[in-house]
């Protein structure tokens, strides 16, 4: 994903999920075989919440930075 797009492709999404599936998996081993659905879909659902609060957060301008910083001091 280029630093210019607004969005992330579906095709990297599947990409970023199929890169995380096999630790997820092997860290369901560690959880009751009744719950490994549920938690599976859960830590799906927070990856991707996690994925674009990072892509789309962006930091402070330069004044943003000069007057917070000068407040601080």
């Known amino acids: 994903m280029s630093v210019h797009e607004d969005k992330m492709t579906n095709g990297e999404m599947e990409e970023l999920i199929e890169t995380f599936t096999p630790m997820i998996k092997k860290k369901l081993q560690n959880t009751a075989y009744q719950e490994r ?16 609060r990072l892509i789309y957060q962006e930091g402070p301008g330069f004044w943003e ?3 917070e910083y000068m407040t601080k001091l």
């Open 65 to 67: 930075f000069i007057v």
């Open 37 to 52: 659905e549920d938690l599976e879909q859960e830590l799906y659902i927070k990856l991707i919440e996690k994925v674009d």
